[in-house]
């Protein structure tokens, strides 16, 4: 006439517990697998317009370090519809850091660096990484990656959006091998048909790799550090890549005139207003 006796609870005690426990580990583990593989399947279903407005509440005005003056925006927006049929969709900026790097983020945002733009000798160089940037914007890698890197909590909105460390996580997002090699797909579609030579791209590989090898690990970490290096491996095979798709014979335009690409690399030093520096407390 009595109740059966409670050990551990309804459902347990009426599969057993080790029954139990092997559906529990079931469960946790396709929790797992989901999150772990759901970026590939769940960032092209994330809409633009959400996407749009995380890359606005992610990066803002980045504290002001966008720099603006009416020849340098003009050169960049050339640059860009150069290297883009919808240039509309994206926002191409100059970060006033001293940094080689740059950056693709949620919303078809690109970030160049000032360090990257002192660095580069030619405008095809900087067409090239542009072009491999939007390459990443193009081909939905950005949210993939920042799916990876932070979970769904950046989808849901249940990370702190304030402050350095949502800086850095954004910055040191990686992307797949299979990913880096799309986007260098695009580039050099891109540069081809906007009749830019792939020469320049490949010397700026050739320099960054060089600069990578130092056998120097102290310097090598300084330079390395949130660099374009750190985030895209530098091979030999991704410079010959560059190397080999140049057309013999091609009248190639440079990406801009003189007076524009001296705009555009010294926007920054023009601009009066932009604040410098990093100060996003990066480790
Ligand atoms: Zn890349």
């Known amino acids: ?3 059966a006796s409670k050990t551990y609870g309804g459902l347990i ?12 580990a079931g469960i946790s583990a396709a929790i797992v697998a989901v999150v772990l593989l759901s970026p590939q399947w ?14 606005d509440a992610l990066v803002g005005d980045f504290g002001g370090r966008f ?15 150069s290297l883009d049929d919808n240039p509309q969709d994206l926002q191409v900026e100059v970060a006033n850091i001293d940094m080689l790097n740059a950056v693709a ?9 000032q360090g990257l733009l002192s660095q580069a000798k030619s405008p095809d160089e900087v067409a090239g990484v542009l072009a491999h940037e939007i390459g990443h914007v193009r081909e939905r890698h950005v949210m993939q990656g920042l799916l990876r890197q932070m979970g769904l909590a950046v989808v849901l909105g249940g990370f702190d959006g304030s402050g350095g460390s949502t800086i850095n996580s954004l910055l040191s997002t990686t992307y797949t091998r299979d990913s880096e090699r799309e986007a260098d797909d695009h580039s050099l579609k891109a540069l081809k048909q906007a009749n830019i030579s792939p020469v320049g791209a490949a010397d700026f590989f050739n320099r960054l790799a060089s ?8 310097d090598r970490q300084a330079r390395t550090m949130a660099s374009y ?3 895209h491996p530098l091979s030999d095979e991704r410079r010959k890549l560059f190397e080999n798709a140049v057309v013999k014979g091609s009248a190639y335009k440079p990406a801009l005139t003189a007076d524009e ?18 100060g996003f407390d990066i480790e």
Not at 211 to 218: A, E, V
Not at 261 to 276: F, N, S
Request: glycine content about 10%.
């Open 1 to 3: 006439m009595l109740p």
């Open 13 to 24: 005690d009426r599969l057993g517990l080790g029954k139990a426990s092997l559906v529990f």
């Open 42 to 55: 769940l960032a092209p279903l994330i809409p633009s317009s959400v996407e749009r407005e995380l890359g």
């Open 67 to 81: 720099c603006d003056t009416p020849k340098g925006k003009a050169a960049l927006a050339k640059l860009t519809r």
């Open 105 to 113: 983020l949620p919303g078809g945002k690109v970030l160049l660096f």
């Open 211 to 218: 600069m990578d090898g130092s056998r120097d690990l102290k």
């Open 229 to 231: 290096t750190s985030s």
């Open 261 to 278: 690409w001296q705009e555009l690399k010294t926007m920054c030093a023009q601009d009066k207003d932009v604040k410098a520096g990093w």
